[in-house]
Every structure is written in C-alpha cells, then in structure tokens.
C-alpha cells in the first residue's frame, strides 16, 4: 500500500509540474511573446539518450556472443512542453520517460524465457544553450525503478526459483543530473558529459544512495557520407558508471557502430559493445559481469 501511494504521489506531483509549467509559461507568452516561445509538443528530442548508458529509453536488443541471452529495451522518451528564448540561445523542455528492458535467457519452442525485467517511469526537465559551434546542455530525470524476476527464472516442475535466487524487493526513487558539453564542427560531433545520482528511497537497504558517471560520444558523417540517401554516421562512446551495490564499484561500456539517419534524429543504430561491471538486471544487483556482444536500437524522436 505504501508503495502504491507513493508512485502515485509521485506521478501526480509530476503532471501537476508539467500542467503548472504550461499554464505559467502560455501566461508569460501573452504578456510579452518576445521573451519566449511557448510549445506543446514540439518536434525532436532535446536530450538525445546517452549511447552506451543502458538505463536510457530506447527500443532495440543486445545479443551476447557465446549465448543465447539476450537484452531487450522497450521504451521511449516525449518532450511534452518546451520554452524557447530566442535572444539567449536557451531552449527549456520538459518530458515523460516509460521504459523497461528484460534479460532473455533463451528460447524453448517459440516462447522467449524472460528471466528478469528492470522497468522505469517518470519525467525528464532538459536544457541548453546553444552557441556559434558547441552547446551546453543539462537534463534531470526523476524516476521510479522496479526489478523482477519473471517465469523464465522460475522451474514449474519443482516448483522452484532456478539458481537458488528468489526475487528480492528491489526499488529505487531517484532523480539524475547530467550536464554535456556538444561540440559540432564539419567533421563530426563530440559530446562529453558528467553526471550524478541521488536515490531518495533505495530498497534493499544495503545500496548506497549516491552514483555517479561520466562518458563520451564521437561521431562523424564524413567516413561513409550518405546510405541511401540518409547521413551514415559512424560513431565511438563510452560510459562509466560509480554506484554502491552495496560498496563502490566501476561499471563501463565501451561501444563502437554506425547509425543510418541524422544523428540527433529519426534513425537506426548497429554496434558493437563491450560491457564490465555490475549486471544491466536490477535483480543481480550483486553479480559482476563481462559481456561481448552486438546489438541494434531504433530512434524515434
């Protein structure tokens, strides 16, 4: 029940925020529309998800090599409302966030075996200023995370959780700031970033409340030039995570591929990555792993 009423406050306050935020900012628009502009729904995405964090909002799978597991991400990302200053350069946007992504532990007959599943909501407040070649830009996520484990861990024979591990009550309320700094040039884009975590309610008590991070993203149009009459970019990104389960401990995924489309825009995405650290499933909070493998998003802004 108290989760129940929590999540539910939770959401609440949000749509109420973002309801405030377009009552205030149509007012601010009649009284003096050369200050801002007032959108609702605008076009685009105004912070695009950090390529090689795996707690982003995307659709798309992972395979491992020397497995058949697999990681699958269904979710996106809208911006709802956005404030535009055109004498500033300064763009501010608020948005939802739905997303989850599930642990495939292979296959028997045409049924995936879903083994665990990591599933997030909330919103999103992103900002930038944009100057002659760079921008600067920031967003802060609060979000609820929930894990599970699902029937593919589950042996309906013996009645039993397979590997001796039962699900565990693992949540965490917490809001997240990133502030990036995008360089574009005629040769590519280049987009480094740092952020940091704070998880108001964590469950089991023994995590740590704090986490930080900090990556890249290098691309560039110029090695392929257009694929069927679209911007090929191919790209390098790394991200490093710091967060306590329970103690202090590095996670990193390095990860190189192409994407086919504008590369803020519509588009798809094939990579390669190399990830080592904490498990991506909420629920082996406690298990260190290194995976190889490849994968595939689509991006829908």
Known sequence: MNRINLRSKVSGLLIAFIVGVAVSASAQQDENEADGKFEFLPEGLHFSPLKANH??????????????????????????????????????????????????SGSQGMRLQVDALDGFFGGNFSFSRTFESSRLQARLRILHLSAHLVDGHYNPVSRQWLDNREPIPFAKNFGELVVAHELQSSVGIFRYYGGITYAGLVRPGELERYAFSAGFEIASNEMLGNVLEQPAYPFIANHFSLAGNPGYTGSDQAQIGVKFGEWNGKGVVLYLAYYTGNSFFSEYYDERVSVVGAGFTVDFP
């Open 55 to 104: 707690q982003e909002a995307r659709i798309g799978l992972f395979k491992y090599f020397g497995s058949a597991n697999l990681k699958v991400d269904v979710g996106n990302t809208i911006d709802v409302l956005a404030l535009h200053f055109s004498e500033s350069r300064l763009r501010i946007t608020a948005g939802i966030d739905f997303m989850a992504y599930a642990f495939i």
